[in-house]
């Protein structure tokens, strides 16, 4: 499941390798003319909008469909931060800037190297104001850090899911790509975009399919969860249990093959839990750091939580995530009948007559008190959810 | 000299663009920069100009804790490939020369001041922005994070507003 992070020194020949299409790209497509791009804003040449916009919808097209089989983790990468009043701010300077210099800073540097005068005074400019900011930023600091939103995305934002906001997108891109031809065509006599009418018709009819079919995608996360929220969700898969005398035993003879997944609140873990378990939430499972840390050679899994139907479908939800069924195990009776049957036994007054009855009786009585000493020696409970982390990234 | 080929097609190259931004994200869980680039080099620079100075800057300092060499950064390394594909691409469609690009209204000297002004102003800008058109906008909308529609829309709109104060640098 990406992304994959590769190795460091191979990471920065990527990005030689990525930088390479960037800016060839770039120069292709006609953004090495500082004419070309603020005719976007003088309504003669729309290019920079054409390519811009398709770049954006054709990402946010290509990350669904990732996400969609389960390629992609998307608690993991980078989404932009939102600083309020920083980025409205940055944004009407950028925006300024690229009127008066007629470059933005990848489209100056890429100019540059064709031998445009003009833009490689831009590159210089955009170093200077960089140098600006640096030197200045003590008196600027608190607009940059201040009015943190956190990293919210818009289609949660509005409400909807992430299939629907791409088909949307992608329509509105293409509505208004039909637009701007007529804006070129008015003021101008004649569009910018060279696409044969025909072709451009086709490639509508392509984007038509697509965003249609976005509109019912989810990423494999967001799919799973709703379906783990059904009632009868995982009904008719077959997980394999195990009783509270047996983890008992296990662990009186100090088994370390055990590893334990507590699905109960953060509260009730940290006063009373089974040893070296693991505090998680359904949401954390779908990581794959999650998937390293259960999925380990000659160890098995137990989920267990407040209610036994619930681990069930922890575990069966867990499985269509991928991890191994063979490992996987959940708690005959949930916490509550541990704590019960093992931690907390009462012998009752009249024995039952079956044997194996009678010394499951006695040996709860006995080694009881003593499981409940392990689980109290296994302090400190670290709240361990492992979150993904996020990519560390962006581009100030 | 040889005559300039046409530039790709709008469409074809967006839709590229847009999948070496899936490409780039797959790999390393972050987009393009640009911006980003010149903030290291700048701050290079500046620790090999003044090193004891450039310690005391607050921003260069915090920026160090986290880049211990601003040179061996994936940023950097993309702009060294954007520079050589650039030029490629300006190579084999004959588009490689020195000239002073301006509108037909103002003198070369006017256009290279205003090159440098609105450089300057875009370097700044993007430091709120925490990333320019590449990393703030294109990629943030990429992850739709409302902080790349927000930025994007910003960016352009303003665009939008002043473009006629400054119709003469251009038209």
């Known amino acids: ?396 | 000299m040889r005559e300039e080929k046409k530039y790709m097609n709008p469409y074809l190259a967006g839709f590229l663009l847009g999948l070496l931004i899936v490409v780039t994200i797959y790999l390393n869980g972050d987009g393009l920069g640009a911006s980003g680039a010149v903030k290291n080099t700048v701050i290079g620079a500046m620790e090999i100009v003044a090193p004891q100075a450039s310690q005391q800057v607050p921003y260069v300092k915090k920026y160090s804790a986290t880049h211990p060499n601003p040179w061996k950064t994936w940023l950097i390394w993309e702009a060294i490939g954007l520079i050589i594909g650039a030029f490629v691409s300006g190579l084999v469609s004959g588009r490689n020369k020195f000239v002073v690009e301006r509108g037909p209204r103002i003198s070369s000297k006017t256009r290279l001041v205003a090159a440098f002004i609105g450089g300057m102003l875009f370097g700044i800008g993007s430091q709120f922005g925490r990333g320019c058109t590449s990393g703030a906008a294109l990629d943030g909308m990429a992850v739709f994070s409302v902080a790349g529609f927000l930025v994007t829309f910003v960016i352009f709109g303003t665009g939008y507003l002043v473009a006629p104060l400054f119709k003469k640098l251009w038209l």
């Open chain 1, 1 to 396: 499941m990406g992304p994959l992070y590769p190795e460091p020194n191979l990471n920065l020949m990527l990005a030689l390798i990525i930088g390479f299409f960037f800016g060839y790209l770039l120069e292709s497509a006609g953004f090495s003319s500082s004419k070309k791009l603020v005719g976007v804003f003088y309504g003669y040449d729309f290019t920079v909008w054409r390519v811009f916009f398709t770049a954006a919808i054709t990402a946010m097209t290509g990350i669904l469909i990732l996400a969609h089989y389960g390629l992609l983790n998307l608690d993991a990468i980078y989404i932009n931060p939102l600083y309020l009043w920083s980025v409205i701010v940055g944004g009407i300077i950028m925006g300024l800037g690229f009127v008066i210099g007629g470059y933005c800073p990848g489209t100056s540097i890429c100019s540059s190297f064709i031998g445009k005068i003009d833009a490689m005074f831009v590159v210089l400019g955009v170093a200077f104001g960089i140098f600006l900011f640096i030197v200045g930023y003590p008196a600027v600091q608190s607009l940059h850090v201040g009015s943190y939103l956190g990293t919210p995305q818009i289609f949660q934002e509005l409400n909807i899911s992430m299939g629907v906001f791409t088909f949307i997108i992608i329509l509105f891109a293409f509505f208004s790509y039909w637009g701007v031809a007529k804006i070129e065509q008015k003021f101008y006599g004649k569009t910018a975009d060279p696409t044969p009418k025909g072709t451009f018709w086709k490639i509508t009819a392509v984007a038509t399919v697509v965003a249609i079919i976005a509109l019912f995608i989810q990423p494999k996360k967001t799919e799973l969860l709703s379906e783990f929220a059904q009632p009868d969700f995982g009904k008719d898969v077959k997980v394999k249990t195990i009783t509270p005398d047996e983890v008992a035993v296990r662990l009186i003879k100090g088994d370390k093959t055990m590893q334990f997944v507590d699905l109960r609140k953060p509260d009730e873990f940290k006063k009373l839990a089974l040893p070296f378990a693991i505090n998680a939430k359904v949401t954390n499972l779908c990581g794959m750091h999650m998937k390293n840390v259960l999925n380990q050679f000659g160890k098995i899994t137990i989920f267990y939580a407040n209610d036994e139907n619930f681990e069930k479908k922890v575990a069966v939800l867990a499985m269509k995530i991928g991890y191994e069924p063979q490992n996987l195990y959940i708690l005959k009776g949930g916490f509550p009948a541990f704590k019960k049957n093992i931690l907390e036994f009462k012998m009752p007054a009249v024995l039952p007559k079956d044997a194996v009855a009678r010394d499951t009786y006695y040996f709860r009585a006995e080694f009881g008190p003593k499981v409940l000493e392990i689980l109290k020696n296994s302090k400190p409970r670290k709240v361990v959810i492992p979150k993904v982390k996020r990519a560390l990234g962006g581009c100030g």
